[in-house]
């Protein structure tokens, strides 16, 4: 749950594809495996191959047009191909100036021009939604370079070490072949923050100080780890000493980033002359129209979510009606409703792991959620996409209690890690914070969401869609939305017998989502203040301080995007709603969830395109 998904990444045009959020993103990071044929071959046959019966020639030039725009796209935002696995590019770093985003531009309107001569009424099913989310994209872009313009306000953008730490952790190839193309790429990062410094003007406070911080921990990345790993590598001693150079020109070039990050924010701390970070109704629903494509308004959305919240608290109120004899004996409860729940949660919580035993029940926990989905008929897992469970890599750490780790379009055969936050090494009073927090039943949700049935199972089945463009581009809301879905799809089939306190817990989690939608829309069109937002987390939503105060900073940070859980989720259960009523007695869920996630990252609405045309044609 607390992890982005950046796959239409806001930032490329700034800074190629870097993280923007304190979350490491879901398929963006991948792990091992090289750019195969294999994949390349999968790539151009599968696309045939869903083209039934036979292409017509205009869908034919259609997907070599939507191949020949990808090609191009990885020319452009080396760092953004990356991030999908794409490496045949990793030599290269996008050099954010005036002429970059010229270029961007031209592509952007290029393609869309190109594209529009294509009847989307000629097209199959799956050109169809290709269609719709290239064109989406390329709006998006324009929109970025012309109106939202964040590479003018958000420091944020600029960040390089992403991209090199996917060369370095990634095992794609051998390291001395790594670090050729790593050193190679290193020559471009003066270039690259010369250009952020002229590019920036009237940056925001949140963003600001969040660029400082990361660029201090790119810093580590280009450090003496580093320096040892080329020493002992098998390149040349020429090529060692240029390597050496260019870490010093890197370290430098950062380092003189920073200073005038801190200069910049010290002047306009004087001046109080920072750029509002709230973007206003006018780009809010601009970015949510392109981001989140759930045909709906944010406004809209936000309206859904306060009367969800509503409903969520008399379901909690009469849960914790249920649960309080049992935990509290003889003693009177609380007037307030959303006290006695947040009593109720109390005790509740207390219901944890060991810290010695946290990672090993998530693991044991796994095999049982894969069970408990087969026995009750509600999706096929693929057995030989096993999921290993492993604590975070260091340099991945700081970000999320769980997260998935999956292999991106052009490394389809890697392994899929779930990543657990090691807690061993934590002081018994933060373990026991974390623990509660964490507890029992909320581990079950959460492994319910990252794992098996929700991002992991998602994944495996997106990775074997035949689009590209899906994967590439693929939709946010729809991916967090499987996940939040499949929470409530298991309770709701008997995982965990109905016992009320998991659905307490249950209710506790699926309200921070539609809490988020709320705030997101809150802070950045009405102006909501700190305290209010706090309040609202912490008095409705029943979340600690610690919690509450980290999401209020991601909030300021990113825009839209913390509506990307509830938009997508109430969208899948308004889908699995007309689908029942259409089917009747033909309705099969399991059906139902193995054509939903057929379809790959696609936007909702266009998922019901799709799964709608296939009826007509039965
Ligand atoms: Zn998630
Ligand atoms: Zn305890």
């Known amino acids: 749950m607390k992890h982005l998904v950046a796959v239409l990444c806001t930032a490329i045009l700034a ?4 993280q923007k959020t304190d979350t490491p993103s879901n398929q963006t990071l991948t792990t091992s495996s090289a750019v195969s044929e294999k994949s390349a071959t999968e790539k151009s046959g599968a696309k045939d191959s869903v083209a039934q019966p036979q292409p017509s020639v205009d869908q034919k030039a259609f997907y070599q047009l939507s191949d020949q725009m990808i090609e191009r796209m990885w020319q452009l935002f080396p760092t953004w191909a990356i991030s999908n696995g794409y490496y045949a590019v990793a030599d290269k770093l996008e050099i954010p100036n005036v002429d970059f985003r010229r270029k961007a531009l031209v592509f952007a309107r290029g393609y869309l021009n190109d594209f529009a001569k294509y009847d989307s009424q000629k097209l199959d099913a799956n050109a169809r939604s290709d269609l719709a989310l290239i064109q989406s994209f390329l709006n998006k872009t324009i929109w970025d370079l012309t109106e ?36 190679e790429r290193l020559k471009s990062v003066p270039a690259y923050y010369a250009a952020a410094q002229q590019t920036l003007h009237n940056p925001a406070s ?40 260019r870490i010093n020109a890197a370290q430098t070039a950062i380092e003189d980033f920073i200073t005038y990050l801190q200069t910049t924010h010290a002047s306009l701390e004087q001046s109080g002359d920072f750029r509002n970070f709230r973007i206003g109704n006018k780009l809010y629903e601009q970015k949510f129209k392109y981001d989140i494509q759930i045909g709906m308004t944010g406004e809209a959305l936000y309206q859904l979510a306060l009367k969800e919240k509503d409903r969520l608290h008399k379901k909690m109120a009469e849960l ?19 006290d006695k729940i947040s009593r109720v949660l109390e005790k509740l919580s207390l219901q944890h792991a060991t810290k010695e035993a946290f990672k090993a029940d998530v693991e044991k926990q796994i095999p049982e959620l894969a069970a ?22 260091p340099y991945m750490r700081g970000f999320s209690v769980a997260s998935i780790n999956a292999p991106g379009p052009y490394d389809k055969g890697a392994n899929t890690y779930y990543n657990v936050m090691p807690i061993e090494n934590m002081d018994d009073a933060a373990a026991e914070s974390f623990l ?55 309770l709701e089939a008997g995982y965990g017998d109905f016992k009320p306190e998991l659905w307490m817990m249950y209710y506790k989690w699926n309200l921070r989502t539609v809490v988020n939608t709320i705030l997101d829309y809150s802070i ?48 899948i259960m308004k889908l699995r709603d007309e689908m029942k009523v259409r089917l009747g007695d033909k309705f099969n869920l399991k059906q139902f969830h193995e054509k939903f996630l057929s379809y790959g990252n696609a936007p909702v609405p266009v998922i019901r395109e799709l799964m709608l045309s296939e009826l007509k044609e039965k």
Not at 218 to 226: E, Q, R, T, V, W
Not at 474 to 483: D, S
Not at 545 to 558: D, N
Request: aromatic letters at 10%; proline letters at 5%; one cysteine or more.
């Open 15 to 18: 800074s190629g594809c870097e």
């Open 148 to 183: 939202f313009k964040s590479h003018e306000w958000n420091p944020a953008d600029y960040n390089v070490s992403h991209g090199f730490a996917l060369i370095l952790n990634t095992e794609y190839a051998p390291l001395d072949v790594r670090l050729r193309t790593f050193s």
């Open 206 to 245: 949140p963003q600001l100080v969040l660029a400082i911080q990361q660029n201090e921990g790119a810093k580590s990345i280009f450090g003496d780890d580093l320096k040892k790993k080329v020493a002992e590598s098998g390149l040349t001693q020429a090529e060692k000493e240029s390597f050496d150079q």
């Open 320 to 338: 914790a009606d249920e649960l309080w004899p049992e935990y509290f004996n003889n003693e009177q409860p609380p007037n307030d409703p959303l």
């Open 372 to 393: 408990f989905v087969t026995e009750h008929d509600l999706l096929t897992l693929d057995p030989e996409k096993p999921l290993v469970v492993r604590t975070t890599p």
């Open 436 to 490: 509660r927090e964490y507890n029992t039943y909320l581990m079950q949700i959460l492994n319910i969401h990252e794992a098996i049935p929700g991002h992991y199972t998602q994944l495996v089945y997106a990775n074997k869609s035949p689009s590209l463009i899906k994967n590439i581009l693929g939709n946010g809301a729809m991916i967090e939305g499987w996940a939040v879905y499949s929470e409530r799809m298991m």
């Open 524 to 571: 950045q069109v009405k102006d909501m203040s700190e305290q209010e937002a706090l309040d609202l987390m912490m008095k409705q939503a029943f979340q600690q301080r610690a919690e509450a105060m980290g999401k209020w900073r991601r909030a300021t940070l990113s825009q839209v995007q913390l509506t990307s859980y509830f938009a997508g989720y109430m969208a």
